[in-house]
C-alpha cells in the first residue's frame, strides 16, 4: 500500500526560488494536511483542506500556497522561498478530519533547504 | 498558550524498564482526541495510541498505555518493558475544532533514548 505519498525526498533552493512540493495518497482521504516540522517546535499546521475545493490556513500559513483540485492531491507551493522556510515538511492524511479516532497517516516528509 | 505541552526535553532508561512520558493539554471544547507518535531517527511518524475525551477507559494498544486523568488534563504515554527499538521522539497531539474544522495540535516532543 502505497498511503501517502511525498516527493521529493530532499530538496535545496535558492532564496527566491519557488517550487511545489508533492503529496498525493490513495486511501480516498477527505482530509490532507501539511505541517512543517523545525527542531524544538514540534510539528506545526501550516494549510489543510477538508475535500476537493476547499482549503484553510493552518498555525504558520504565510510564504505557502496550497490547492486541492482532487480528493488524492495536495500540493505545497513555495511563492518566493526564504532561508526562514528550511525545514521538514510533511504531508497527513485522514478520514473526516482529525476526527474521533482516526490518525492522521503521514508521509515520510521532504527535507528543505534554503540557500 | 500552549495547548499541548511535554515538559521532558529527553529522557534516559534502561531497557526492559517502564517509562512514562508526560503530557498535558489545554483546551475548552468538550469532545476531543489525544494521540501519541513515534517518530525514529529516520524521520517518520508513526501513529501509537488515541484517546477519545469521552472514553471511560484507558486506551491500550501492545505494549503502549495511555494514563488518561481527564480532570488533570494530562494523557501520559506509558511504555512497558522498554526496548533498545522504542529509541525516538515521542509527539503528544489533540485534536481541536476551530470554527468548525478539526485540527491537530502537537507538542514538542520528548527524545527517549534507552540504553541496554
Known amino acids: 500500500n502505497a498511503g501517502v505519498t511525498q516527493t521529493p525526498k530532499f530538496q535545496v533552493l535558492k532564496t527566491g526560488q519557488s517550487m511545489t512540493l508533492q503529496c498525493a495518497q490513495d486511501?480516498?482521504?477527505?482530509?490532507m494536511s501539511w505541517y512543517r516540522q523545525d527542531p524544538g517546535m514540534g510539528l506545526r499546521l501550516i494549510h489543510y483542506?477538508?475535500?476537493?475545493?476547499?482549503?484553510d490556513q493552518g498555525e504558520v500559513p504565510n510564504g505557502y500556497n496550497v490547492s486541492r483540485s482532487t480528493t488524492e492531491d495536495f500540493p505545497l507551493r513555495l511563492l518566493s522561498a526564504a532561508p526562514s522556510q528550511t525545514s521538514v515538511y510533511f504531508c497527513?492524511?485522514?478520514?473526516?478530519?482529525?476526527?474521533?479516532?482516526?490518525?492522521?497517516?503521514f508521509g515520510d516528509g521532504t527535507r528543505l533547504s534554503i540557500l | 498558550a500552549q495547548k499541548i505541552t511535554q515538559t521532558q526535553p529527553g529522557m534516559f532508561v534502561q531497557e526492559k524498564e517502564a517509562v512514562t512520558l508526560d503530557c498535558t493539554y489545554d483546551?475548552?471544547?468538550?469532545?476531543?482526541?489525544l494521540f501519541w507518535y513515534k517518530q525514529p531517527s529516520s524521520g517518520e511518524m508513526i501513529f501509537l495510541i488515541y484517546?477519545?475525551?469521552?472514553?471511560?477507559q484507558n486506551a491500550t494498544e501492545g505494549r503502549y498505555s495511555l494514563n488518561f486523568q481527564k480532570a488533570r488534563k494530562s494523557a501520559n504515554l506509558v511504555i512497558s518493558a522498554s526496548q533498545l527499538g522504542d529509541s525516538a521522539m515521542y509527539f503528544c497531539?489533540?485534536?481541536?475544532?476551530?470554527?468548525?474544522?478539526?485540527?491537530?495540535?502537537f507538542g514538542q516532543g520528548t527524545r527517549l533514548t534507552i540504553n541496554p
Open positions: 497527513a492524511s485522514s478520514r473526516t478530519g482529525a476526527g474521533e479516532n482516526q490518525p492522521q497517516h
Open positions: 486511501m480516498n482521504h477527505e482530509y
Open positions: 483542506s477538508v475535500g476537493a475545493g476547499i482549503t
Open positions: 483546551t475548552s471544547d468538550p469532545s476531543y482526541g
Open positions: 484517546q477519545g475525551s469521552y472514553d471511560q
Open positions: 497531539a489533540m485534536r481541536e475544532t476551530v470554527q468548525g474544522a478539526q485540527k491537530l495540535v
